[in-house]
Every structure is written in C-alpha cells, then in structure tokens.
C-alpha cells in the first residue's frame, strides 16, 4: 500500500508535468524513475537493467543504420519523381513511396530527406504535398515492428510483461487497412489544403525585429507621425522597451533611443523598413546582405532546439545574422534573441561570406534555400547499403539472424567502409529516447508490480464493465489517441500500456488486442502540429496554420480510429 502511494504521487506529478509545462518529457521519464529509486521503489540494477531493453538497442541501431539510407538513391529518385504528373498522382505517388520507406526506416529521417526537395518542386505548391508527406509517414510507420519507434517500444513493454515478442508483421494487416482509407481520405481532403504558392495567397507572416538607433529620426515621435502604421504587408506588432513589453501599439505611441520594434509581416518588406532613418534590421557587416536572404529550416536533430537565438551565439556558429522567424502561423512573443528554436521553425538568415562553407549546417537545418543538403552516395555504395539492410531484414524475418545482431553487424561495416562517419553517428544518437523509453519501461513495471495498474484497471473496470472488453478496448485507444496528440508518441505508450495490461486480465482476455489498440493509438497524431515529429517538421515549411491541421488531420483520425478499431479485434480475437 505504501509504495503504491509513493508510486501514484510521482506518477500523477509525471503526468502533471507532461501536460502542463514545457520542460521535456526526457527530463520528467529520468525524474520520475530517479524519484522512484531514492524512494526504494526500485534497486539500481532493476533501474539500470531497463536501458538495455532489446527493442531499444534495436530501436537505436535503426536509427544510426538509417544515416547511410538517407544518402541512398532511392530518396533521390522519390524527390525527382515528384515533380511529374498532376498533384492527385504526386500526392499517390509520395503517399505510397513515403509510407513504404517509413516502414523500414525512420520515419523523421524519411520527412527530413523529402522536404528540401519538396519545397523547391517547380510544379506543385510545397503546402499541397508535405502534409500528406508527413501523415503517411506516420501511416507507414504502423505497418512493421520497426517502422516507428513506438511499435518497437510497446513490444519491449510486452515482453517485460511475460508475453512472447511480437512478430516483425504482426502490425502488417492493421497497418494496411490503416494506410489505405488513410490515403484515400488524403486524397479527398487534398482540396482543403491551402494553396501557399498562389501569389494571390496572404503573406505568410514571419517575425522581424528592428532597433532604434539614437540618432534616429523616429525618435521623439510618435508610431503614426513616423509612419509606422500603414507599411504594406507588415504590421507593429510589439515594442520592447528595456524590460518592458508594449502590446497592442498605439498610433499615438511616442518612439524612444533604443526600442526594439518587432514587426509580424512579409519577409520581402525588408528593404522597405531599411528606409527609416535609424532603423536597424541587420546588424554589423550583414547588413548589407538584405538582398541575399537565405531561408533555413531548423532540423528534429539540431543540438540547439530549447534553446534560444542568443544563447545559440547564431552569429558567432554560423557567420549569419537572424532576422526573422516563423513558426507555422504562430505570434512569438519577445525579442528575436529570446525565441526557442524548435525542429521545423523558418529562420531568414542574413549569411556573411564563409556562411556557406560550415561543415555543420547539414546537422542543423533540413533546407536551406538554394541549396541541396542531402550527401548522395554513388549508385554502387547506395545499391550495396540497400541490399544489406535488406539482408539483414529478411534473416531477421526468417529467423536466421536476431535483428539486433544483423543491425549492429550493419553498422559497423558502414562506420568501417567510410559510408557513415563517427560525428554523424554521435550527433544522432538518440539520447532523449533512450532516456524515455528506459525510464518507462521501468516505470510501467513498478506499476504492474505494485499492484498499481490493476488498482487503475479495477476502477476503469468499474466504469467500463457494462460495456465489456470491447468497451474497455476502444476507451485504451480513445486515451492514448488523446495522449499522443497532446504530449509525444512514446510518453502515450508508456502511460497507457500498464492500464491497457492490467484492463485485460481484469476481464481475463487477451492482451494482445489492448496492446496493439496502445502501438496504433500512440501512432495517431494527425489534429496537432506539436504531437509527432514530422508534423512539427513540416509546420513552417508548408506555411500551415493550425487549422490546417484540424481540417484534414480531424477526419484522417476519426476515420483512422474506425478503421483500426474495427481490424485489430478481427486479427487479434479477444
């Protein structure tokens, strides 16, 4: 009894804290097992032993051996291919070929490979394609045990739970009637989608930052006097004045030495502010570059997401000067310097000379206008890389060869022949994920073990009873749909697989329903920009605003829902 109260406390503290602040999920999996250690609610070794779950080393193998498949040809020859025919039959095209990469790979990395080349297409607007990209990425993903980390995930649960490991296409039969009524939802909800490269479309509004100088003209005067009021596609969103913020500008607010003015418009009004006397835009040796504007978008694997501008130094890492940001269609508030970068944000860089020579911008951003970021490897290397994944899977599939082993042989033969190098491997390690996926696995065994699952399962039992197991089955997957769209895929499995096991022997069924309704509900974040990494990915690429996003993703996920609540009790009898 004690230790399920100690245990309800750190998990609903967890919870709390997943839901309503900011600090990420990998920080409050560490805190929460680390609390339960200090508490005696776990020894070290058991703690420990959880970071070396198989599914996890297999899970961070892909991840690595996924490096030399981004440089193959075969993402080459996807990105050229899009560009021909109408866009029902590109949007067919990417949707198959997309969600067939991603149920091999990793799914970010598939996004991340396709998105430069989708937002220079000379034939259909970026915003028509890279929705649809990233919901069949995430649609692949459910189609084989490693297509996403959360089927992985959930498998490394099950199998600490004492059921037998789940089978590489036990997904596959689910995933396809998922990925069919998904696509053919996509193409009828394709008109939705807007149109951001129609030159009558409304400026997408990126976040301009200017400051007044003390010599300046605007100065003494007031906001309308010096003409701020009615520039074409911009508009005075803020001024910063010292540490004060002023909101909802006035046309009678007077201009002080030294107000930062921040501005919510169209980037190629740049020029057009740089006429105000004492305005400053661009600072220092940049600022004569307004003309050669570069755009960048921040990548899932920039080792400078949570942290902002200024603490970044951007000038000093990359020999550019930030002048705008845009997030979706999102206000940022405060001075540029002040922004968190997150994965999929457009920056407008300012680039001094030796911007473009930095070995570490393929590290740093997915696109970068003008410029290709994706190292290709020859055809003999990239047809070698694929056949032995291939090998690999099939040996693993054939029970030949354990998938681990295969993967980690992989591996090191790529470091060794020189297709990937030691610094891409360490910049992609997936620290985060190991530290939530560890930490989970722990913690869903302390609430098996404690009795504290069954305690939540008894009275879920007690609401859900009448309604039988079906009824109990379709509330799992309605609260990890909820949770996946609200925090992130893995923080959902981890929170719902203990009910969803203790729900099935309360009714005394097969698990095995509950924990694919756990693998396929985390995998149905379609509404929100910030539940899965390749919708954030895409966010400000496309130019899309939220309800972008709530227009398509709403009916993808009730019709998804439907779809896979329907299959899995007919492939996995209760």
Known sequence: MYEQIILTGIMLTLVGCLFGTRLKPAWLFVGAIGTSYLT???DLESMLVNYANPSLITLILLILVSVAIEKTTLVQKLAQSLAKGSLSKSVMKLGLSTAFLSSFTNNTAVVASLISAIKDSPTHSPSKLLLPLSYTAILGGTLTLIGTSTNLIVNGFAVDAGMQPLGFF???????GALFVGLLTIMVMLKYLPDNGKADQEVVPFYLEGKVQAHSKLVGRTVEENGLRDLKDLFLAEIIRGERRICAVTPQQEILSGDVLLFVGDIKSVPLLTRFDG?????????KD?????????????????KTVKEVRFREQ????????RRGHDRLQGGLGQVQLQAGDSLILAPGNQFYALPNLKREFVYISGLDLQTHLKPKQSNLVLISFVTVLGLSILDIVPLVKGLLVLLVALVFMGTIKVNELKRRFPIELIAIVGSAIGLAKLMIGTGLAAQISDALFFLLGDFGPYGAFIAIFVMTVVFTELITNNAAAALSFPVAYALAAGFGVNPLPFVMAVAFGASASFISPFGYQTNLMVYSAGNYRIK???AMGLPLSIIYSITVLTLIPMVFPF
């Open 279 to 287: 305005l400053k835009i661009v600072h220092d040796k940049h600022e």
């Open 170 to 176: 036990d997904f596959t039969l689910v995933g396809l």
């Open 290 to 306: 307004v003309e050669h504007l570069v755009e960048v978008v921040v990548s899932q694997s920039s080792k400078y997401i949570g």
């Open 318 to 325: 990359f020999h550019a000067a930030v002048i705008a940001i």
């Open 548 to 550: 972008d996003y709530v």
């Open 40 to 42: 005696g609610l776990i």
